[in-house]
């Protein structure tokens, strides 16, 4: 990664919610999710959370490089309904080696509907592909 990746950077992103961010929406292999109320799911705020991070990070990246979330601890606080706007908002507050720790914020038209940390780890693409291989193979053995 690059000198400039330092605290203070941030990335910000936006979204309309519709149906396919819902509860209901998250996977038809959990018929539970059918029942729910129709409203931005946890998983996705936390996704899209995730993308404001690594907004954030994109023109402090070198090529090659790649990042994965290690840590999450947000809170969701409020429902988002169909047709509101939700934007993520990522701002790096610590950068310790290629551990990056990000605070996020999630609002959508009426407010603030999540926030806390997230932590991403800056990685080597193509290493990190070939662990991925290595361990998909060592679990079928």
């Known amino acids: 990664m690059l000198d400039s990746m330092q605290p ?17 929406g998250v996977s038809d292999k959990y018929p539970r999710f059918d029942a729910m109320p129709q409203v931005f799911a946890t998983g996705y705020m936390v996704a899209f959370a995730e993308c404001a991070a690594m907004e954030a990070m994109a023109p402090h990246m070198e090529d090659g490089e790649d ?7 947000v809170t969701h606080s409020a429902p988002t309904a169909v047709g509101m706007t939700v934007t993520a908002f990522a701002e790096l507050v610590e950068a310790e080696g290629r551990i990056l720790t990000f605070r996020v914020e999630l609002h959508d038209d009426a407010g603030l ?27 079928l053995q």
């Open 67 to 73: 990042s994965v979330g290690i840590e999450v601890n």
């Open 8 to 24: 203070g950077i941030s990335g910000t992103l936006s979204v309309v919610v519709d149906e396919s961010l819902t509860v209901p």
């Open 113 to 139: 509907i999540g926030a806390g940390l997230h932590k991403r780890a800056v990685i080597n693409r193509a290493k990190f592909d070939a662990g991925v291989e290595k361990r998909r193979e060592t679990s």
